[in-house]
C-alpha cells in the first residue's frame, strides 16, 4: 500500500500484489478507509502470470528483488507482465560497503525504518546484475539512478550516488 495508495490517488488504476495475505488485508483495509479503489491480489508474481493477467504499462518491482530466493527468475517474471511499450522499475540496495552501512546497519539498527533482521546484505544486487537480468528478459535497461536521503526535509530525491539504493528502468520495445 505504500506506493499503490498514492498511485491511485494521481489517477492510475492500480493492481498491488504481495505474497504474504496478511499485508495485503491490512493494506486493503487501509485503502477502503481512504476511499480508495485498488485491486489487491495475495500472490507471487509467478501466480499472476499464470492466471494470464497483466499486460500492465507499468511494473513496479520496489524494494522486494533483494528479498526473493531468485531475483533473475523473478525478474523474469516481472518482465513477462509489462506490455509492449511498457515500462517496468525495480529499486533495491546496492551490494557495497556503504550499502551494508547505511542500508541495513543504519536503517534496521539505528534510524530504525525498518524492523532488525529485515534484509540480508548478501542478497543485495549490484546494478550490474539487475541489468544483466533485465536484458536477459528482452527489456532495454536504463539506470542505475541513485537514491538520496535528505533527513532535515525527509525526502528521498534522485542523485548521482547509486551506492546505497538504486532504481533501475526497463523498457519493452
Known amino acids: 500500500g505504500l506506493i499503490a495508495e498514492p498511485m491511485r490517488r494521481m489517477g492510475f488504476e492500480v493492481t498491488a500484489i504481495d505474497a504474504a495475505a496478511e499485508g495485503v488485508e491490512t493494506a486493503r483495509h487501509h485503502a477502503a478507509e481512504q476511499g480508495l479503489d485498488i485491486a489487491y491480489r495475495a500472490a507471487a508474481v509467478e501466480q499472476m502470470v499464470e492466471a494470464g493477467e497483466g499486460p500492465f504499462d507499468v511494473v513496479l518491482a520496489l524494494e522486494v528483488v533483494e528479498h526473493v530466493a531468485d531475483p533473475a527468475a523473478f525478474l523474469a517474471e516481472c518482465a513477462r507482465l509489462v506490455a509492449p511499450g511498457g515500462l517496468m522499475i525495480v529499486a533495491t540496495l546496492n551490494r557495497t560497503l556503504k550499502g551494508l552501512a547505511l542500508g541495513k546497519i543504519a536503517a534496521e539498527y539505528i534510524l530504525r525504518w525498518v524492523p532488525a ?49 538504486y532504481m533501475m528502468a526497463a523498457y519493452r520495445d
Open 117 to 165: 533482521g529485515t534484509h540480508d546484505w548478501r542478497q543485495f544486487l549490484k546494478p550490474e546484475e539487475v541489468r544483466a537480468m533485465l536484458a536477459a528478459s528482452a527489456l532495454r535497461p536504463e539506470g542505475p539512478f541513485g537514491m538520496a536521503y535528505d533527513p532535515l526535509s525527509d525526502r528521498w530525491s534522485e542523485g548521482a550516488d547509486a551506492d546505497i539504493n
